[in-house]
């Protein structure tokens, strides 16, 4: 009821029943069940939901002090039944984390279902995600027989994880953080901090910022209590770095605020946290080269055009960008240090081709350290990645071109000097020719023909018909044919085909979900032995899930000799890993080929933003409306100019 409320009082007018019923994950039907049940309880407290057929459903509010007073006891009555017996499944694995990280002792399985009122078996299931979300804070669920369960890990890693759950969670912990969330306290940590920045020349991110006054408020509680200490292996040759110097500095100046002894352990914790989270200045009028990295990042860079068809090697902005990028993250990763991005979902979303080139580039980074890169890490390359394709496309990668001019090599030079002159920087070569001569030519070496006579029999590549001195008319198709990617919208028939399609899978989890549909589509199409093998790697890598009711797993790299997509539809919608998906799109890209992800992936990609598209979908599970509902969203890419220019 409270996600009902919140929706409706910030919608301008009405909201649909399917629109409101998918936002709140349940069926129309029980959305209309459930409102007819509260509708007189609504009404006590001066509210009403009125619901006009073919328009949707509208808040109204009768008395506005009771209804904020109704408002305000539910969040409330919520909030302390979560905090007190977590209800929903995710918010049972968050209980269970933030009690483990506060008790000291083992606690026992038995008395954990029976604080909680669940089975064992739920509590084992939920154990399973316990334990693979401390993974990620480098922090193990420690099972002792005849005592129970307790975190193992060093207090650095404890430290991180009780700064996500306990400081960037949405529950109420005000219980166990009464102290260290005052208000007061916060800010005076961030004054010293802030002044010692200063006075230091020292810059940190603003995330990284506030991440160390986070840090720095919980080093204060745990010294507070005393807790035992365990051991963690740090670089001593930290002690040799300008981090190090500043943070004993800033540690000198906190001892004196709040009259408590810092021991070395937690100047090298602060340390850490500086190294991991600096801001490395980039002046865009100087040359900034890292010749530390620069051979990671040319290998990088081959990788990126090798299997996503995208020469960045001319770059420089992103040849820096990567360089400065690389510092501080080569620290976190040097000291296990974790991050947090609250814009990876965003950026996963609306930027997936540039997500795509940042997994590719984790998994170089990530042999090149010997260390495992996380999902935000991930997320934070991608927007790198994502301002690069920007660029190219604006620029545009070079055409090769035919020219084919009947009259003379006079006037084929007239020809070549116009358009040397307006599109010198989009031409790689240019081949002039005589007519006859053309079929004898390669042309799948080239990108276009221009010929100044019609060409009487059919061509391999696109050919445009231009006058001697390229009138205005000319210049506009030209512009089109150098500066825009002329994708044609038969890629839908091409690679969407009837036996592909599968409305009947039975498999009860993502992983046995992608083993059926790799089993099917080697019935039609020739798949490598271990192609359901990179699908899986590229889903640990990072989950293919992208809203909507979408996941979109594929291998890690192209690996089949034709494109193709496999389409699941599911009859009831499972959990992924963090979403409900009921649409699988199972994508497998030609290798040795420039083909990429390209316009392909971003009308894909373009279904997790249209909730109108996935309606008419489900009402309507055939191939023909499938490819009539791409077929709208690619035009649609094409005239708001957002096609990424794979060749």
């Known amino acids: 009821m409270i996600k009902i409320i919140r929706i409706l009082s910030h919608a301008n007018g009405s909201v649909s029943g399917p629109d409101l019923s998918e936002q709140l994950g349940i069926t129309v039907r029980t959305l209309r069940n459930d409102l007819k049940d509260c509708k007189d309880e609504l009404y006590e407290h001066g509210i009403e939901i009125i ?166 408020m ?98 420089l902005d992103l040849y820096t960008s990567l360089s400065l990028h690389l510092q501080p993250m080569m620290n976190r990763l040097r000291y296990g240090m974790v991050i947090q991005n609250p814009l990876l979902d965003q950026i996963k979303k609306e930027n997936p081709v540039a997500f795509e080139i940042s997994v590719l580039t984790s998994q170089i980074i990530q042999k090149y350290v010997g260390k495992p890169i996380s999902e935000n890490e991930m997320g934070y390359i991608a927007l790198h990645f994502a301002l690069a394709i920007e660029r190219y496309q604006k620029r545009g990668p070079k055409k090769n071109v035919i020219i084919i001019c009947a009259s003379g090599m006079g006037s084929s030079q007239i020809l070549l000097y116009k358009i040397k002159q307006k599109f010198k920087k989009n031409i790689n070569s240019i081949y002039v020719t005589e007519l006859y001569e053309l079929s004898n030519i390669d042309q799948s070496a080239y990108d276009f023909i221009l010929s100044t006579v019609p060409i009487p029999f059919k061509t391999d590549i696109p050919s445009i018909h231009v006058q001697y001195f390229l009138d205005d008319q000319d210049m506009i198709s030209l512009s089109d044919a150098f500066l825009s990617q002329s994708e044609e919208m038969s890629f839908v028939d091409q690679y969407f085909q009837q036996d592909l399609l599968f409305n009947d899978l039975i498999g009860k989890t993502k992983e046995e979900l992608i083993h059926e549909m790799c089993e099917r589509i080697a019935v039609v199409k020739k798949i490598p032995e271990n192609f359901e093998e990179e699908v899986l790697k590229r889903e640990k890598f990072s989950v293919t899930e992208f809203g909507n009711a979408i996941a979109m797993p594929h291998p890690m790299k192209p690996m089949t000799d034709e494109t193709f997509v496999a389409v699941g539809i599911l009859k009831k919608a499972l959990r992924w890993k963090h979403q409900n998906v009921k649409y699988i799109f199972l994508l497998s890209i030609q290798k040795d080929s420039q083909e990429a992800l390209g316009l392909l992936h971003e009308t894909l990609s373009s279904l997790v933003f249209d909730k109108k598209a996935m309606q008419a979908l489900e009402k309507d599970t055939s191939l023909m409306n499938l490819k009539t509902i791409l077929k709208r969203i690619a035009e649609e890419q094409k005239d708001n100019d957002i096609d990424v220019l794979f060749n």
Do not use: W
């Not at 017996?85 to 990280?101: A, S, T």
């Not at 008395?111 to 979300?133: A, G, M, Y």
């Not at 981090?243 to 004196?256: R, W």
């Open 51 to 216: 619901s006009k057929h073919a328009i949707g459903y509208q808040l109204i509010i009768k008395d506005e002090e009771k209804y904020y007073n109704y408002l305000e006891n539910m969040l409330k009555e919520d909030s302390q039944n979560q905090m007190l017996i977590p209800i929903y499944p995710e918010d049972r694995i968050h209980y269970l984390i933030r009690m483990f990280l506060t008790e000291d002792d083992y606690i026992k399985m038995e008395d954990i279902c029976e604080r909680i009122f669940v089975s064992r078996s739920t509590l084992s299931n939920d154990l399973k995600e316990v334990r693979e979300k401390l993974e990620y804070f480098h922090l193990d669920l420690e099972t002792k027989p005849f005592y129970g369960l307790k975190i193992t890990g060093s207090e650095f890693h404890k430290r991180s994880c009780i700064s996500q759950y306990f400081f960037h969670g949405t529950n109420n912990d005000d219980v166990y953080l009464s102290q260290t969330k005052s208000t007061k306290q916060q800010e005076e940590i961030a004054t010293l901090l802030y002044n010692t920045m200063v006075t230091e020349r020292f810059k940190l991110t603003d995330i990284g910022f506030q991440n160390l006054v986070i840090h720095i």
């Open 218 to 315: 919980i080093a204060l509680l745990r010294l507070k209590e005393n807790p035992k200490s365990t051991p963690f292996e740090y670089d001593d040759n930290i002690k040799e770095t300008r981090e190090y110097e500043v943070a004993v500095i800033l540690c000198q100046k906190l001892e004196k605020r709040f009259d408590i002894q810092f021991p070395e352990v937690e100047i090298y914790y602060i340390a850490m946290h500086l190294s991991g989270k600096k801001a490395v200045q980039y002046n865009s009028n100087t040359l900034y080269m890292n010749t530390e990295y620069e051979d990671l990042i040319n290998q990088i860079l081959k990788e990126i055009k090798d299997k996503f068809g995208i020469d960045f090697t001319s770059d």
